[in-house]
């Protein structure tokens, strides 16, 4: 209870209000009414009557307290019973908020209406979807953790199986809604998008038609399938799309943007990625063949090694180069940027397979880091002692353990059935190439279509890149989206639909909090905020951190309490549902 002092008709009035929760939100309202101020001085028993109400809202608010006190008779003989519940987790109910909110559940619900179901989509989705957040693994672990939850999941582990291939069906229409969801009720900045592809290995001897041979990232000789993600300026994940492991990244662009700049109301966009993408077919469909006025842009890391001659010394000329200030770069400033306006010749595949050339007018930044020209030249020489080891015991290597150091040994012949190396002819360092990589070292370029933007604004743009390569590794780590646990294409979507939603939910609340904490600190901050049954139907908690206050703040849910009702958990429960 408060005291609250306010102006009516130029005099001062005072009732006691009292806080409470209703949708989520603190609301006030009126509990007592006391008066004109300048009544209350009259009466002669008073003599701060401010003072004295203030000491009435707190004597309220003591005896409200006092009546919610329990006392508790515990029995230090009493023994465990068995197969006790053990720590149920109450930090589940924020992800649950934000699925709610964004309205997943009646997404499903409505599209499950014309299916002959016999258990609740919606249900079986959010368990999943927190399951993935907070202990990712298999559909049988998930379903076998339910009662970690305060949540009634009535349905068989069978029925999980069987949504998949309805999740499958409705995959893209989803995205799209949650999309509009996330737009509607936190906030989406569409002009600029990320893309990037990553892919994820399977654990499976032979390729089928859609887990297929292609170059594992992780460097693995199994089976992949590739993924196109696109994310907004925020980081929040807009869609993703999957494909055969033997697709290359830059085939994939066109699918995943297109889908986004068809069906996400997005208007003009410049899309971010990096070299893997930047093609002349592109490029062409990004800004529909009018270099005067591209329809959408562009912002593409542009690889400087593989530049033309004429590219490559204007990088090396140190004629125009600025320091951070946009005085003339020196050695000591550790960083140099340039820039130049070029009219650049793509090749463009027709309708008919033949190629044409199609000019364009963009604009390259040229950058250079002293940190990041000492990293290449440290990572170069941890290569390079391989590769000597390599020259001195080929023996001991075959062609796939000397990946990376054979790169700089001339002469160098495998068997081409045993991949072992071919000896005979005399191995040496090639000298010549690593004198030319060494010329780049530091060196990073970006070419674009934005000509108004600013060079610094434009290489802050690019490295918003790290948000979609962290997003991924968030995805492989802390989701455990890899391994994956099921085998058929409808259901390997299925699975990276339940990783896109827990990651949209996990994003939002790191936009919510301003990325105060890493997705890490979040998961395991809600992981922590857990319960035992201390007696009868009282639940004690044993965590409350910085981040919990913050995350409760940030969502108006109250993380603080030391026990709770069984009904007080249900409420709670029900609340984030509101």
Same mark, same amino acid.
């Given at each position: 209870?408060?005291?609250?002092?306010?102006?009516?008709?130029?005099?001062?009035?005072?009732?006691?209000?009292?806080?409470?929760?209703?949708?989520?939100?603190?609301?006030?309202?009126?509990?007592?009414?006391?008066?004109?101020?300048?009544?209350?001085?009259?009466?002669?028993?008073?003599?701060?009557?401010?003072?004295?109400?203030?000491?009435?809202?707190?004597?309220?608010?003591?005896?409200?307290?006092?009546?919610?006190?329990?006392?508790?008779?515990?029995?230090?003989?009493?023994?465990?019973?068995?197969?006790?519940?053990?720590?149920?987790?109450?930090?589940?109910?924020?992800?649950?908020?934000?699925?709610?909110?964004?309205?997943?559940?009646?997404?499903?619900?409505?599209?499950?209406?014309?299916?002959?179901?016999?258990?609740?989509?919606?249900?079986?989705?959010?368990?999943?979807?927190?399951?993935?957040?907070?202990?990712?693994?298999?559909?049988?672990?998930?379903?076998?953790?339910?009662?970690?939850?305060?949540?009634?999941?009535?349905?068989?582990?069978?029925?999980?199986?069987?949504?998949?291939?309805?999740?499958?069906?409705?995959?893209?229409?989803?995205?799209?809604?949650?999309?509009?969801?996330?737009?509607?009720?936190?906030?989406?900045?569409?002009?600029?998008?990320?893309?990037?592809?990553?892919?994820?290995?399977?654990?499976?001897?032979?390729?089928?038609?859609?887990?297929?041979?292609?170059?594992?990232?992780?460097?693995?000789?199994?089976?992949?399938?590739?993924?196109?993600?696109?994310?907004?300026?925020?980081?929040?994940?807009?869609?993703?799309?999957?494909?055969?492991?033997?697709?290359?990244?830059?085939?994939?662009?066109?699918?995943?943007?297109?889908?986004?700049?068809?069906?996400?109301?997005?208007?003009?966009?410049?899309?971010?990625? =990096?070299? /893997?993408? @930047?093609?002349?077919?592109?490029?062409?469909? %990004?800004?529909?063949? *009018?270099? +005067?006025?591209?329809?959408?842009?562009?912002?593409?890391?542009?690889?400087?090694?593989?530049?033309?001659?004429?590219?490559?010394?204007?990088?090396?000329?140190?004629?125009?180069?600025?320091?951070?200030?946009?005085?003339?770069?020196?050695?000591?400033?550790?960083?140099?940027?340039?820039?130049?306006?070029?009219?650049?010749?793509?090749?463009?595949?027709?309708?008919?397979?033949?190629?044409?050339?199609?000019?364009?007018?963009?604009?390259?930044?040229?950058?250079?880091?002293?940190?990041?020209?000492?990293?290449?030249?440290?990572?170069?020489?941890?290569?390079?002692?391989?590769?000597?080891?390599?020259?001195?015991?080929?023996?001991?290597?075959?062609?796939?353990?000397?990946?990376?150091?054979?790169?700089?040994?001339?002469?160098?012949?495998?068997?081409? =059935?045993? /991949?072992? @190396?071919?000896?005979?002819?005399?191995?040496? %360092?090639?000298?010549? *190439?690593? +004198?030319?990589?060494?010329?780049?070292?530091?060196?990073?370029?970006?070419?674009?279509?934005?000509?108004?933007?600013?060079?610094?604004?434009?290489?802050?743009?690019?490295?918003?890149?790290?948000?979609?390569?962290?997003?991924?590794?968030?995805?492989?780590?802390?989701?455990?989206?890899?391994?994956?646990?099921?085998?058929?294409?409808?259901?390997?979507?299925?699975?990276?639909?339940?990783?896109?939603?827990?990651?949209?939910?996990?994003?939002?609340?790191?936009?919510?909090?301003?990325?105060?904490?890493?997705?890490?600190?979040?998961?395991?901050?809600?992981?922590?905020?857990?319960?035992?049954?201390?007696?009868?139907?009282?639940?004690?908690?044993?965590?409350?951190?910085?981040?919990?206050?913050?995350?409760?703040?940030?969502?108006?849910?109250?993380?603080?309490?030391?026990?709770?009702?069984?009904?007080?958990?249900?409420?709670?429960?029900?609340?984030?549902?509101?």
């Amino acid at each position: 209870m408060n005291l609250n002092v306010s102006n009516r008709n130029g005099r001062t009035y005072l009732y006691i209000e009292k806080g409470y929760r209703k949708d989520g939100k603190v609301m006030k309202r009126r509990v007592k009414t006391i008066g004109y101020l300048d009544t209350l001085e009259l009466d002669p028993s008073i003599d701060d009557p401010i003072a004295h109400f203030r000491q009435v809202a707190k004597d309220m608010t003591e005896e409200e307290n006092s009546s919610r006190k329990l006392t508790v008779h515990i029995d230090m003989e009493e023994s465990l019973p068995e197969n006790p519940v053990g720590a149920q987790n109450i930090g589940y109910v924020l992800p649950v908020k934000i699925y709610h909110d964004l309205g997943i559940d009646r997404f499903l619900k409505g599209k499950s209406q014309s299916e002959d179901f016999k258990y609740n989509t919606s249900s079986i989705m959010l368990l999943l979807t927190i399951s993935r957040l907070l202990a990712p693994g298999s559909i049988k672990r998930a379903y076998e953790n339910r009662a970690r939850y305060f949540e009634r999941f009535d349905f068989t582990d069978d029925d999980i199986y069987r949504a998949y291939d309805h999740f499958d069906k409705i995959a893209y229409e989803l995205q799209r809604y949650v999309h509009e969801s996330v737009r509607a009720k936190y906030g989406c900045d569409t002009s600029i998008i990320y893309y990037d592809v990553t892919n994820y290995w399977f654990e499976i001897k032979k390729p089928d038609d859609f887990r297929k041979y292609g170059l594992c990232k992780q460097r693995r000789k199994r089976p992949i399938v590739q993924m196109g993600l696109a994310m907004d300026r925020n980081g929040i994940p807009l869609h993703y799309e999957l494909f055969p492991g033997n697709k290359l990244d830059k085939e994939t662009f066109r699918a995943v943007i297109g889908e986004v700049r068809k069906n996400y109301d997005t208007g003009r966009v410049v899309v971010v990625a =990096d070299m /893997g993408i @930047i093609t002349g077919d592109n490029i062409y469909y %990004l800004t529909g063949g *009018k270099p +005067e006025k591209p329809q959408n842009g562009y912002i593409f890391s542009f690889s400087v090694r593989g530049g033309t001659s004429d590219f490559k010394q204007y990088v090396l000329d140190e004629n125009g180069y600025a320091d951070k200030n946009g005085k003339p770069a020196s050695d000591e400033s550790g960083f140099k940027i340039k820039e130049r306006f070029v009219a650049r010749k793509i090749n463009v595949t027709m309708q008919s397979g033949k190629t044409r050339k199609h000019t364009v007018y963009e604009k390259q930044i040229v950058f250079w880091s002293k940190k990041h020209s000492v990293k290449s030249r440290t990572e170069r020489a941890e290569v390079l002692a391989k590769s000597e080891t390599l020259i001195a015991d080929p023996k001991k290597f075959t062609k796939a353990t000397s990946y990376g150091a054979a790169a700089y040994v001339k002469n160098i012949e495998y068997d081409k =059935d045993s /991949g072992e @190396i071919i000896t005979g002819k005399a191995l040496c %360092l090639d000298v010549a *190439k690593i +004198e030319e990589e060494e010329k780049y070292d530091g060196y990073y370029s970006i070419v674009t279509s934005e000509a108004l933007m600013s060079s610094s604004d434009i290489v802050d743009t690019y490295r918003g890149l790290w948000e979609i390569e962290e997003t991924f590794r968030i995805t492989k780590s802390d989701l455990a989206a890899r391994p994956v646990y099921v085998r058929d294409k409808e259901h390997i979507n299925a699975h990276f639909l339940v990783c896109f939603l827990s990651l949209t939910i996990l994003r939002i609340i790191q936009k919510r909090i301003n990325r105060q904490y890493s997705a890490e600190q979040i998961i395991e901050c809600l992981n922590k905020i857990e319960c035992f049954l201390e007696t009868e139907n009282i639940f004690l908690f044993g965590y409350r951190s910085p981040i919990s206050n913050l995350l409760g703040e940030a969502f108006n849910i109250d993380f603080t309490r030391k026990r709770l009702c069984r009904s007080d958990i249900k409420n709670f429960s029900a609340s984030a549902k509101l």
